[in-house]
């Protein structure tokens, strides 16, 4: 819940790693920026201002303390799951697999 810009490498295609929430549900993606521990949700550049307006003592982190983060569910996802076996949850990992 959920990017300067990390992503992660699969193939020739780029997963950003914590994309805005409030952006998200309105099927846009921007990277987010800041992490608000109260409401558990990632927030772009441009949503910062209105998270904070209505949110002014909601503690936030920016991405030097992306250590802080809870892991999305999108990303919790996509690290759990195979790339040969998309219908499946990781197992084992195995480097010629």
Known sequence: ???ALSSVHKGSEFVKDYCCD???SKNIVEIAEMYCEICLKCICENCIYHHGQLNANH???GRKD???WSLT???AN???TCD???DKKLEM???GH
Do not use: D, L, P, S
């Open 1 to 3: 819940m959920a990017t």
């Open 22 to 24: 409030a952006c998200e």
């Open 59 to 61: 503690g936030i982190y």
């Open 66 to 68: 992306k250590k802080k």
């Open 73 to 75: 569910k999108k990303m």
């Open 78 to 80: 996509f690290i759990q």
């Open 84 to 86: 040969a076996h998309t």
């Open 93 to 95: 990992f195995c480097e």
